[in-house]
């Protein structure tokens, strides 16, 4: 159980597209997802929270309007990279929480999406 | 400000020789301290969470630890596949991660 996938696991786009990346829950209905983003070397970094049915928070620092997030399912969540630019490339990993049968407070994360910004 | 600093950044080791991560933090309001293995190109796995000062948790060659101040990572007899950056993180209201320790293990 508690098995998050996403999709793509690696996209390259064109400076000035945007890329939507999709998070599921596989088993299990997850009340809130979070992305991050990770580059290389580094540690995760936390981009924003999801609830189910609610508008994302983001971190101090993200745009919102350049990082879509929709959350409009218990196993879905999409972050979608508005015009992207080279800077945008990176590791972007979502996790999911609130499953029955675990702690409230575990995260499970997906495998990752590297995005490259050409 | 909530904090997490792992040490040591990087760490090679000869297979069967055993060795300690640590995790040092400092916040407010802690809801549990996790550590996750990270492969490279993947998303983090979960190893433990440890809940309060004293408890412990083992899995196979590792064994977690916790106090009130940090947090250590025991690696027992490694081998080669226990490589991979082990993560720390810290959960307030949310997950703060510390930057990682890259473990090597040589045959």
């Keep these: 159980g508690a098995v998050v996938s996403q999709h793509p696991s690696w996209v390259i786009c064109k400076s000035g597209t945007s890329v939507k990346i999709e998070c ?19 540690s ?28 409009a399912s218990l196993t879905l969540s999409t972050l979608t990279v508005t015009s992207a ?3 945008d490339s990176s590791f972007y990993i979502c996790s999911a929480r609130g499953l029955a ?8 994360f997906g495998p990752g999406t590297r995005l490259t910004v050409l | 400000e909530d904090q997490v600093t792992q040490s040591p950044e990087a760490l090679r080791l000869q297979e069967g020789e055993s ?3 640590n995790c040092s933090y400092t916040v407010s309001g802690l809801r549990g301290l996790f550590w996750y293995r990270q492969d490279p190109g993947k998303g983090p796995e979960f190893l433990f969470t440890l809940y309060s000062a004293g408890e412990e948790k083992e899995k196979e060659r590792l064994k977690a630890t916790l106090t009130k101040k940090e947090s250590f990572l025991h690696i027992t007899a490694p081998k080669p596949e ?3 950056t082990y993560l720390c993180a810290v959960n307030t209201d949310k997950l703060i991660f510390g930057t990682g320790t890259r473990l090597q293990v040589f045959p």
Excluded at chain 1, 31 to 42: A, D, H, L, N
Excluded at chain 1, 101 to 106: A, D, I, L, Q
């Design chain 1, 101 to 108: 049968g675990y702690s409230y407070n575990e995260q499970f």
């Design chain 2, 82 to 84: 226990d490589s991979a």
């Design chain 1, 44 to 71: 995760l970094m936390l981009m924003a929270t999801s609830n189910e049915g609610s508008k994302a928070t983001y971190e101090q620092g993200v745009e919102k309007d350049k990082f879509l997030i929709n959350h």
């Design chain 1, 24 to 42: 599921r829950s596989l088993d299990f209905q997850a009340t809130t997802m979070f992305w991050y983003r990770q580059f290389p070397k580094q």
């Design chain 1, 85 to 87: 630019h080279p800077e």
């Design chain 2, 19 to 21: 060795s300690s991560l």
